[in-house]
């Protein structure tokens, strides 16, 4: 949804830094993070309420994110409409 008020040169380049870059930090930052707390907390299970911390806080990111991208978007087709 948030590439059709883009022209097409935007689309494509968008689309591919997100698969792109998108996939190699998510699984890499996920195993940096998942090394991290096992080095600190000596094991996976001690760390599990830090890690359901750090779940919940990029949960409660992802919203905030998701929600400014659905007022950038009606933004940008509220201005493509009126032209």
Request: net charge positive.
């Amino acid at each position: 949804m948030a590439y059709i008020p883009l022209d097409e040169d935007s689309k494509v380049k968008g689309k591919a830094a997100i698969e792109v870059l998108g996939s190699r930090i998510g699984k890499s930052g996920g195993s940096f993070v998942q090394q991290g707390l096992v080095l600190l907390f000596g094991s996976i299970i001690n760390a599990a309420p830090a890690l359901a911390a750090l779940y919940y806080s990029v949960l409660v990111w992802w919203g905030i994110s998701a929600n400014r991208l659905s007022s950038l978007f009606y933004a940008m087709t509220a201005v493509k409409k009126s032209e």
